[in-house]
């Protein structure tokens, strides 16, 4: 299995600037999230889901939009890139609620 | 709310030696607690969970924590360290009627030879 899938692993944006990344799951996990990593910080969710259909907002979620269209894909949507959101972006999935969570690689942004 | 501190950025310890990676929390009701390690470049993998039943619970790598509830803590411990658990360590809580997972700020793990 390929477990959890991010893509790209690298992106540099210019302020103002639109990006999806990607992330794909092959364990027909219905919980689904995305968390940024900053030195310092720790991890923060930025937005989740809980099934197909059903998205909600986590700690950080202004400047990103997510759609959960299938139960394999969880996209997260840049809308206008700012220099704040550079960071790295994981994608996590669980079997039902969350705890045991399956991490994806992780892709790096930088915002110039 | 939940949240979860972790009071040390670093922890050094020689090969060998036991460890020790603090973590505290804070929930309202019953907590899910759980251990993930991250080395260089690599997303997080999950170590160890604690749900309910003994209050040692006992992971991957040889790894185990003790959950305490009177001092609200969910230590991880591992009786002999190696160079090769060197890594990044982030404790995360959940509590039993959320459905989001809190990470700590993470605490790196130095093992030296």
């Known amino acids: 299995n390929a477990g959890v899938t991010q893509t790209p692993k690298f992106q540099v944006l210019k302020t103002g600037q639109s990006m999806t990344l990607q992330c794909a799951q092959d364990?027909?996990?219905?919980?689904m999230s995305w968390y940024r990593q900053d030195p310092g910080m720790g991890l923060r969710l930025i937005h989740y889901s809980v099934g197909a259909g059903i998205t909600d907002q986590g700690e950080v979620p202004n400047g990103y939009n997510v759609s959960r269209s299938t139960t394999e894909d969880f996209p997260l949507r840049l809308l206008s890139a700012a220099p704040s959101q550079t960071s790295v972006y994981f994608c996590?999935?669980?079997?039902?609620?969350?705890?045991?969570?399956?991490f994806g690689e992780g892709s790096r942004l930088t915002v110039l | 709310a939940q949240s979860v501190a972790q009071p040390e950025d670093q922890v050094n310890v020689a090969e060998g030696n036991p460890l020790t990676v603090k973590c505290t929390y804070s929930v309202s009701g019953n907590p899910y607690l759980f251990w993930y390690v991250q080395y260089p470049n690599r997303g997080l993998q999950f170590l160890l969970k604690?749900?309910?039943?003994?209050?040692l619970v006992k992971g991957s790598y040889g790894f185990e924590a003790e959950f305490n509830k009177s001092q609200t803590s969910f230590h991880l411990k591992k009786p002999s360290a190696l160079v090769s658990d060197s890594a990044l360590y982030f404790c995360?809580?959940?509590?039993?009627?959320?459905?989001?997972?809190?990470f700590g700020k993470g605490t790196m793990l130095l093992v030296s030879p």
């Open positions: 604690y749900i309910t039943g003994d209050n």
């Open positions: 996590a999935s669980s079997k039902g609620a969350p705890g045991e969570l399956f």
């Open positions: 995360a809580v959940r509590d039993a009627g959320y459905s989001t997972l809190t």
């Open positions: 364990m027909n996990h219905e919980y």
